[in-house]
């Protein structure tokens, strides 16, 4: 199915690899950026990604192999790791939170780096590429790859589709929500999960350093071009898809690393649609702030 | 405390007994006893750090760290929740959430139908209803943060209607808002209690309340009085709530 897909779309096979992994990376990443930007946890959601460094390395360290799988879990259970250490130094340790981020985001990042660094000297001929985990690569993308974020992402997006309702209005009004009986902690431990998920989905691709930007430039530039979270939600999608795309091809072929030329990508979409989108954009304020009765904000 | 024992046939609008409760390791409440009957429109006043929030957060099950009784509607909270609108403070909402007017209405329905079923007809007549009772009916599809703050309000005072709740519970309601919707807000809350429903607010200004409102419960850490509004609005408790209450307990 996947393959059939891969020789329908006309590029060479290995950019077809990268463009569509790097796509649907893009929009399950773009999807689930707002449990990130509207729960106002966007550098919660950067200190996990960084937190999957120390797990992808003590997972290769483990097994050997650079098999998605064992990376992966290894990158998930970090990255969860990472989240439950800053919810205890805010909630136990009395830690606020900027600085319960900040602690964890640098302590993974330094084991990290000490331990892809032990592994790049240990002399294992497998080792190579393991560095794409910090800047991300999109070349060497395979169809297993694709697979496995198909379903992950499937997975991700169903149970936001089911619980969008509570998961909107949670976000929105938590008091309301609570006293209306939504349990808020089932609500902040799913999309925490998720919001896992997006990042230890995207961190091969988009780099642990990198990965939050995919999460919320997206975001910012839909925001602008929409006022419902259910279109929030499937443009900021569909813009983290294209941006994952181009960048992926693009980055192949110029040899850079991923992660920035993708970044760069999305932010310019941010830029471009906070200056000139129609309603609220800069520019359509302003605009509108010249010609009086309308109202503005 | 100066509460005066109204004999009232309907359980209390919300009772709480001997309640405690602490809010960022601080104890707001202590040791707190108080009856608001049911029927009327009544204010929580108090300083700023007298726990009036605190105490209607305590009651809705918001603040962890509770001890004590809390009976709404004369039930505990989680066998009344659909009968009990609670609308918070405007700060509490995430100012800038990709939401319609209409959207946030429809929020009060939710509690009856479910959170994951469709609303049906009969929902949609209720929020349009309550969205026109409070005169926001025509800005139906416009986005929450395109709204002015009394228009903001009136929405979320729709959404407490539309779910046609036998309580309903307000954390500073006319903060940010216009005049002229603060007193049509009071007076669609003023009909609400007219149909035998109870009004809880949070408030400060203590004009209002002595015009507008028919009980009030004076608080500064401890219930410093309940009852009638014109009678727990002396000059004298007012002295003990406002005046010495920063001096001796330190929490201004």
């Known amino acids: 199915m996947i393959d059939w897909f891969l020789t329908a779309l006309p590029l060479p096979y290995p950019d077809a690899v990268v463009v569509v992994g790097t796509a649907v990376v893009g929009f399950v990443a773009g999807a689930l950026g707002p449990l990130a930007v509207l729960r106002r946890r966007s550098m919660f959601g950067d200190a996990m990604s960084h937190g999957t460094l120390p797990g992808v390395a003590v997972a290769f360290i483990v097994t050997g192999t650079k098999a998605p799988e064992p990376l992966l879990l290894g990158a998930a259970l970090s990255a969860a790791l990472a989240a439950f250490a800053m919810i205890g130094l805010e909630r136990v340790g009395r830690m606020r939170p900027d600085a319960a981020i900040g602690t964890v985001l640098s302590i993974s990042l330094a084991l990290g780096i000490v331990l892809l660094t032990y592994i790049a000297g240990s002399g294992n001929s497998e080792q190579s590429g393991l560095n794409a985990y910090l800047l991300g690569q999109a070349a060497g993308m395979v169809e297993r790859d694709i697979a496995i974020a198909l379903l992950l992402g499937a997975v991700a997006l169903t149970v936001v589709t089911i619980g969008f309702r509570v998961l909107r209005s949670a976000t929105f009004d938590p008091g309301f929500s609570a006293v209306a009986g939504v349990p808020t902690w089932a609500v902040d431990a799913a999309s925490t999960a998720l919001l896992a998920l997006a990042v230890v989905l995207g961190v091969r691709t988009v780099g642990a350093i990198l990965m939050v930007a995919l999460l919320v430039a997206p975001v910012v530039a839909a925001r602008q071009l929409t006022t419902r979270l259910s279109g929030l939600v499937p443009l900021s999608g569909a813009i983290g898809a294209a941006c994952g795309a181009v960048g992926g091809v693009v980055s192949g072929r110029a040899e850079l690393p991923a992660g920035p030329v993708i970044v760069l990508l999305a932010t310019a979409a941010a830029v471009l649609s906070v200056l000139f989108a129609p309603r609220r954009g800069v520019l359509a304020r302003i605009r509108r702030r010249s010609r009086p009765g309308v109202a503005t904000r | ?191 609400l209690c007219r149909d035998g429903r109870s009004v809880i607010a949070v408030h400060h200004d203590l004009r209002t309340v002595r015009e507008r409102f028919d009980h009030a419960v004076l608080l500064s850490g401890d219930v410093v009085a309940a009852g009638p509004a014109r009678s727990v609005l002396t000059a004298e408790n007012l002295e003990r709530a406002y005046g010495l209450a920063p001096l001796t307990a330190g929490t201004a």
């Open chain 2, 1 to 191: 405390m100066t509460g005066t024992a109204t004999a009232t046939p309907h359980p209390a609008a919300l009772s709480l007994h001997e309640v405690t409760a602490s809010y960022g390791g601080r104890t707001v409440l202590d040791n707190v006893t108080v009856r608001i009957p049911a029927g009327l429109l009544s204010a929580v006043v108090g300083p700023n750090g007298a726990g009036k929030s605190t105490l209607v957060k305590a009651a809705l099950g918001l603040v962890p760290a509770v001890r004590g009784e809390v009976r709404l509607l004369g039930e505990p909270l989680k066998r009344v929740r659909s009968r009990v609108a609670y609308v918070p403070q405007q700060d509490t909402v995430a100012q800038d959430f990709p939401i319609t007017a209409v959207q946030v209405v429809e929020m009060g329905r939710y509690p009856h139908r479910g959170w994951l079923r469709r609303l049906t007809p009969r929902d949609d007549e209720l929020v349009a209803a309550a969205m026109d009772q409070v005169g926001v009916l025509d800005l139906a599809g416009q986005p929450l943060d395109e709204l002015s703050g009394g228009q903001r309000q009136r929405v979320f005072l729709a959404r407490a209607l539309a779910q046609q709740a036998d309580l309903v519970i307000l954390d500073e309601p006319f903060t940010a808002v216009d005049a002229r919707t603060e007193a049509a807000l009071l007076d669609v809350l003023g009909e």
